[in-house]
């Protein structure tokens, strides 16, 4: 005899007596959708933090105002001192001095085995001034002979103006009596005359600079002038050169 409390399994009977069809697979049962708990609101309001928005202090956003204000203003300053200094460049069109080496001599020229250089010499340059629309104001010139990097003599040439579109003589006198010099340059310069009777000398030229147009003046810069390789030919055992090379184009910078 079956047990009535017996769960029931299987699928249901026909009427005739046979089990019914089986379901087909992934079949699916609609549920009942479940009501919201009825205390949602009442928790909602138990947070009072989620109902309000995040206000900064007030002195938080003055500072950044004054800050961004700031950054604001040397921004545009640098934009307008750009803007300016490049319309500035296009008008006038700035270009650096030029300098030439015309001629240099050296006389009584005499070096020692005990290193001790004496000689006299004089260089004439011409320096030109190719702006159209500034002139060129030369102060305090200083004017050193080198062989190669050793210093043989110093000078100061005295300052000058120069218009636009203008060419200016120079002229360097040099004067070394019983200078000393490293053994090195002893012997450079005997191996140059026993050579081929040249020996190269350097000249360098240092000078503050001022451009000046009409209404707009450069602050005052140091300008570089660098005349090198200078070949001065000695005749046999003799104590005077020239320059062999003729005019030489010099290097200059600021």
């Not at 800050?67 to 460049?89: D, E, K, N, P």
């Not at 006038?92 to 050296?106: A, G, H």
Request: hydrophobic letters at 35%.
């Amino acid at each position: 005899m079956e047990d009535p409390n017996r769960p029931v399994t299987g699928f249901p009977v026909n009427p005739n007596g046979n089990s019914a069809n089986p379901p087909p697979y992934f079949t699916a049962y609609p549920y009942a959708a479940a009501p919201p708990p009825s205390n949602s609101y009442s928790s909602y309001q138990n947070y009072p933090y989620s109902q309000q928005s995040y206000q900064p202090e007030p002195d938080l956003v003055r500072r950044a105002t004054c800050l961004r204000r700031i950054f604001a203003f040397i921004i545009g300053l640098v934009v307008i001192f750009v803007t300016v200094t490049f319309i500035v460049w296009i008008v006038l069109r700035p270009q650096l001095p030029e300098f030439r080496v015309d001629s240099f001599s050296l006389s009584n020229f005499s070096i020692t085995n005990d290193s001790l250089v004496s000689f006299t010499s004089e260089a004439r340059l011409t320096a030109r001034n190719p702006n159209k629309k500034m002139t060129v104001d030369y102060d305090h010139i200083e004017a050193v002979v080198f062989y190669k990097s050793q210093s043989l003599s110093d000078t100061t040439v005295p300052p000058f103006f120069q218009d636009t579109k203008n060419e200016t003589s120079l002229k360097a006198n040099f004067a070394a009596a019983g200078s000393f010099v490293d053994k090195w340059v002893v012997d450079g310069i005997n191996n140059e005359r026993d050579k081929n009777g040249n020996v190269g000398f350097n000249l360098r030229m240092l000078s503050r600079v001022r451009l000046e147009a009409k209404a707009w003046t450069t602050r005052t810069r140091f300008l570089k002038v660098f005349c090198g390789d200078l070949a001065v030919g000695f005749p046999s055992k003799g104590r005077s050169g020239t320059l062999t090379t003729g005019p030489k184009q010099c290097r200059v910078g600021i």
